[in-house]
């Protein structure tokens, strides 16, 4: 599901639905025959305030009425504790949106479903996938930057498993 219909381009396997991640009875509709949710939605505008967590309730009722038990969610890197210098700043620049994204995975952590919360460093556009790297827990070491190629194969693979998990990852490329 996308908010925006040039936001993917088609081709065969993806189904693409435009809607509103924030209402459940559109969610409802398009949970049929999927085995697995994978959000991978991003605050925008200061207006986005509680979208993530509003997002993620949405989903999470939706989800609740359905055969769908496993959910995959983007999250912030910035939320797992660091000693660089540098984050704290970062965290003061980005505060509503961390809260947002803090707000989100605690109604996922709370949920009965099987999910796994993805932290990126941030993630840049371009360039050729390298792979991804996997910590639990925390960022891999020198974790700075992640291609979105490299986040989207981690997303497809982690949903391809099919196992029934309960973890915060954190990932790097390469």
Known sequence: ????????????????????PVSDRT?????PGHDVIISCLGRKRQADAGFLR???AAMLAAMAGSEVHRYLVVSQGLLFPNRNPII???????????????AMEHLVRASETDWTI?????LVDGGAPCG?????????????????????????DEADRGEHVRLIVGLASG
């Open 118 to 122: 993805a932290r990126p460093p941030m």
């Open 54 to 56: 509003n997002a993620a």
């Open 27 to 31: 969610l409802e509709e398009a949970l």
């Open 132 to 156: 991804y790297r996997v910590s639990v827990g925390g960022l891999p070491a020198g974790a700075w930057s992640m291609q979105r190629a490299d986040l989207a194969t981690f997303l497809l």
């Open 88 to 102: 704290p700043i970062l965290r003061i620049v980005l505060a509503k949106h961390l809260a947002d994204s803090a």
């Open 1 to 20: 599901m996308v908010r925006r219909p040039n936001a993917l381009i088609p081709h065969a396997g993806l189904r693409i639905t435009e809607g509103d």
